[in-house]
């Protein structure tokens, strides 16, 4: 007969993010903890607005750990909550995005269920910020931070298991939505060289701003059809700021928002 009070076992969960962090702390637990990776659940939210390179990524990683990968849509995906939203772009203060995009899916996928939560914060981030779930019956646990790994381990193994960065990686600093308010303006250039179909679809919600009377942007450094004016200029102060980061290692002194350690970004985006 079957015992109906039986427990559920505890979940444990990883979300790829197809950012070098989370995906160097699946490799590390699969190594270090082969008996949490038997049981450890894969999963990836995708917001619909993913770069090609993330998604190629996180193929790859399927591949590679012969695991699938569960794929977290949000059913209603970014236009659905942008009008929710009153038609306001999501900034770094109004995280909707985030909240409706990524949290909720992981959220109804866990459902009730105990679940340990594995995030790829590193030892030298402590003051990393993210959105991580409150819900009683997920906690969260932080490798890296246990076991003091900090970003030269990090590059160390993905570089030694093959898959190396994702290649996103040569000219974006995070993963994320195409339209991520969190990038760099010289990023923003980098997004038109390489995808001006997503840069004029990101340039659409401005304009649609505009066209209601509102003057919010993406970036908080000009409107995206400034940006593009101002392309030269944008990458001349990146290179400018890469050579005095090559002088002066600990100090950024044009590219200030270079620096990763600094950045805003979201556990669940960016990891
Ligand atoms: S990647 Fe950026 S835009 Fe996309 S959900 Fe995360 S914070 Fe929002």
């Known amino acids: 007969m079957n015992d109906v009070t039986e ?10 993010s197809g950012g070098k ?34 998604l190629e990524f996180v193929d790859q990683l399927e591949a590679y750990f012969g ?17 929710l939203n009153g038609n306001i772009l999501p900034t770094a203060k109004m995280r909707w995005c985030t909240t409706n995009l ?24 402590p ?19 246990e076991d003091s790994k900090d970003i030269n381990d990090i590059r160390e193994i993905l570089e030694s298991s093959g ?21 760099r303006k010289d990023e923003w250039i980098s997004l038109h060289e390489r995808y001006p179909d997503l840069y004029k679809k990101a340039m659409s919600y401005e304009e649609f701003h505009k066209a209601h009377g509102r003057d919010h942007t ?8 400034d ?5 030269d200029e944008i990458k001349n102060n990146k290179q400018l700021g890469k050579e005095l980061e090559k002088l002066k290692p600990k100090k950024k002194l044009i590219d200030r928002d270079s620096d990763e350690s600094d950045d805003l970004g979201c556990l669940m985006c960016r990891l």
């Open 7 to 16: 427990k559920k076992p505890v979940r444990h969960l990883l979300g790829l």
């Open 21 to 54: 962090d989370s995906s160097a702390l699946a490799i590390y637990i699969r190594d270090k903890y082969p008996e949490i990776h038997e049981k450890m659940e894969y999963f990836f939210s995708d917001t619909g607005a993913e770069l090609p390179e993330t």
């Open 67 to 83: 695991k699938k990968i569960t794929r977290l849509n949000s059913e209603k995906g970014f236009e659905h909550y942008f009008k």
């Open 102 to 125: 990524k949290l909720r899916p992981f959220e109804e996928f866990v459902g009730n269920d105990e679940a340990i939560t594995y995030v790829g914060i590193r030892a030298d981030e």
């Open 127 to 145: 003051q990393r910020q993210g959105y991580i779930s409150t819900k009683p019956n997920i906690s969260a646990r932080y490798p890296f931070v």
């Open 163 to 183: 898959l190396g960065l994702p290649a996103y990686y040569q000219w974006r600093s995070r993963s994320g939505c195409y339209f991520c308010f969190f990038q």
């Open 218 to 225: 993406w970036s908080e450094g000009g409107s995206l059809e």
């Open 227 to 231: 940006l593009l004016k101002r392309a």
